[in-house]
């Protein structure tokens, strides 16, 4: 059984950093692209970043690019996604996702097949 457990998040000032974890179990991680997608109440999930190939390659979208940093460590079967500069827009739930089989695009949550719990990031100004 494939799960994807997520640690982290919680509220923290503007400007602040935070680090989201998300253990894989099940399955060998190292043979999947992981992403980072966040959700905000009546919006449709959106995309933040990828790693791919076993880390070799790695995408941002322009909300992430240049303050947040997708990584992992494929001994412990965790995904990382390492948070500068917050701002209070960043608020929302964050979920990891594991792409079992290739979708169309990293940026499209129905490529992704399993999913995390979803952990809240807030953010105060």
């Known amino acids: 059984q494939v799960q994807l457990v997520q640690s982290g998040g919680g509220l923290v000032q503007a400007g602040g950093s935070l680090r989201l974890s998300c253990q894989v179990s099940g399955l060998l991680f190292s043979r999947y692209n992981m992403g980072w997608f966040r959700q905000t109440s009546g919006k449709e999930r959106e995309a933040l970043a990828t790693?791919?190939?076993?880390?070799?390659?790695?995408v941002y979208s322009n909300i992430a690019k240049g303050r947040f940093t997708i990584s992992r460590d494929n001994v412990v079967n965790t995904v990382y996604l390492q948070m500068n500069s917050l701002k209070p827009e960043d608020a929302a739930v964050y979920y990891c996702?594991?792409?079992?089989?290739?979708?169309?695009?990293?940026?499209?949550?129905?490529?992704?097949?399993?999913w995390g719990q979803g952990t809240q990031v807030t953010v105060s100004s």
């Open positions: 996702a594991l792409e079992f089989t290739p979708g169309d695009s990293w940026a499209v949550p129905r490529s992704y097949d399993y």
């Open positions: 790693e791919r190939w076993g880390g070799r390659d790695t």
